[in-house]
């Protein structure tokens, strides 16, 4: 499981629906979800959760696309399966997994030390509290 951790910014309300943006080292990251806790409040520090299956890569470059949680990242490690494989990126001090299929990995020509931007839907982000301490 990828975990970040931010501050909250914004929280949006649309009846039962609900927008979060949170600020991560200077990059915001959106979730979107039906039910939010009393305790999320702008402000709040906040860990912002997703699969390492729900991390897509891509060579973006100036393409736009709908999903908003695009991170500018560096390829630490490729560790390539038979038919999945898994991809550890640098994201602001952080650790990212993503696993991919082995076959995206070479259509892609990811290496080593090469950037890449890692691609979240906001739907597939879940927010898990933290101590304010």
């Known amino acids: 499981m990828n975990?970040?951790?931010?501050?909250?910014?914004?929280?949006?309300h649309a009846g039962t629906i609900n927008r979060v943006v949170a600020d991560c080292n200077g990059v915001?990251?959106?979730?979107?979800t039906l039910d939010l806790a009393e305790r999320f409040q702008e402000g709040s520090g906040v860990a912002i959760v997703f699969k390492e299956t729900e991390v897509a890569l891509a060579r973006v470059g100036d393409a736009?696309?709908?999903?908003?949680?695009?991170?500018?990242?560096?390829?630490?490690a490729v560790e390539e399966g038979v038919i999945l494989s898994e991809v550890t990126l640098s994201f602001e001090?952080?650790?990212?997994?993503?696993?991919i299929t082995t076959d995206s990995v070479k259509r892609l020509h990811i290496k080593i030390g090469e950037p890449i931007t890692a691609l979240i839907k906001a739907n597939e982000v879940s927010l898990e509290g933290v101590d304010n301490d």
């Open 3 to 12: 975990r970040l951790y931010g501050t909250i910014k914004t929280i949006q």
């Open 28 to 32: 915001p990251l959106s979730c979107v």
């Open 64 to 76: 736009a696309i709908s999903i908003s949680n695009m991170l500018s990242c560096v390829v630490e």
């Open 93 to 99: 001090g952080y650790h990212l997994y993503s696993i």
